[in-house]
């Protein structure tokens, strides 16, 4: 079966700017599949070459099997959208949103109300559906919001940054709605800025950075590939550290020291092995540990180890380009 979404050698420019340099992006039917990279890196220009709402300069992009420059129409049949903000009338209630939406696809009226029944019911907004909009809480919103893209029955979701500003919980239930929907064989491809939400949902994850996928792969093997296991320890005694560093059984070169905060750090290749040598030796030395722990690298330090930056990064040419049109 062929990957719903398809993406070989794009390339888009903003004047001087190349947004999207060579971009190579293949995304299995069924699946979650995040795209991560710092502000300016190509992601919603991606999600745009994707949704057509953006032409390619070259390259060749498919979605649903269906060519985004030459079968347009195609592609938006089979596709939903979920934007970074919401695209809902504040003043009309939960279920007329839905139901107008559901007009503006061509539904007709019976079906835009059954529709907009079910997506209620979905999505756990029944008893809030005659609530003017305005009232929502943040997470309702964006819940609404994600009903709203799925009118038609989408093949292919896109969601760009779904949960930025939302609180822990709310984030949670937008996070149970989208697994919701893949267990029922929607093919979601996201963008975000929260590292955890990508651990979280993501299938696959693709890092781009200057507008070109860096590296594939599920969140174990991205935390694999920059250096798997470490052991990290924290002293009780600050002025201990270079003693217990010394005593060591890893590769002095291969230890980071954190002083201020009475800790080092050392990649393992045998976690209970490890362990039980740094307890062995610490005791023996008369050295008191306050902490120490076995660890997999953390998304975030994939990501900086990949790009050399954080997410915070100043936006580039291309988001300022963008968000001038």
Do not use: C
């Amino acid at each position: 079966m062929a990957d719903a979404i398809d993406v070989e050698g794009v390339r888009k420019r903003y004047g001087e700017k190349a947004a999207l340099d060579g971009l190579d992006l293949r995304v299995g039917r069924g699946t979650v599949h995040a795209l991560l990279g710092p502000n300016g890196a190509g992601k919603t220009t991606t999600v745009r070459v994707l949704t057509t709402l953006l032409r390619p300069d070259s390259g060749r992009v498919a979605v649903a099997g269906y060519d985004v420059v030459t079968q347009a129409d195609r592609v938006r049949a089979h596709i939903g959208l979920l934007g970074q903000h919401a695209a809902l009338d504040e003043e009309l209630g939960g279920r007329q949103n839905l139901e107008m939406f559901g007009r503006l696809y061509h539904l007709g009226a019976r079906r835009a109300r059954a529709r907009a029944d079910e997506l209620l019911e979905r999505f756990g907004l029944t008893d809030t559906g005659a609530k003017q909009v305005k009232r929502y809480s943040g997470g309702m919103r964006r819940r609404l919001d994600l009903a709203a893209s799925l009118i038609t029955e989408p093949e292919v979701l896109f969601l760009d940054e779904p949960t930025t500003g939302l609180d822990p919980r709310s984030r949670a239930e937008v996070w149970a709605s989208v697994r919701s929907l893949v267990g029922g064989g929607t093919t979601v491809l996201l963008t975000t800025q929260y590292l955890e939400e990508a651990d979280q949902l993501a299938d696959q994850i693709s890092v781009v950075d200057q507008g070109r996928v860096i590296a594939d792969g599920t969140a174990d093997e991205l935390k694999a590939r920059t250096g798997g296991d470490r052991i990290d320890v924290v002293l009780r005694d600050a002025s201990q550290l270079a003693a217990a560093v010394a005593l060591m059984p890893f590769a002095a070169a291969d230890v980071t020291v954190d002083a201020d905060r009475r800790r080092f750090s050392a990649p393992v290749t045998d976690r209970m092995s490890a362990l039980t040598q740094v307890v062995r030796v610490l005791a023996s030395a008369g050295i008191e540990a306050e902490d120490i722990a076995v660890r997999r690298p953390t998304l975030d330090e994939v990501f900086l180890r990949l790009t050399g930056r954080s997410e915070e990064a100043p936006a580039s040419d291309e988001t300022r380009t963008r968000e001038a049109v």
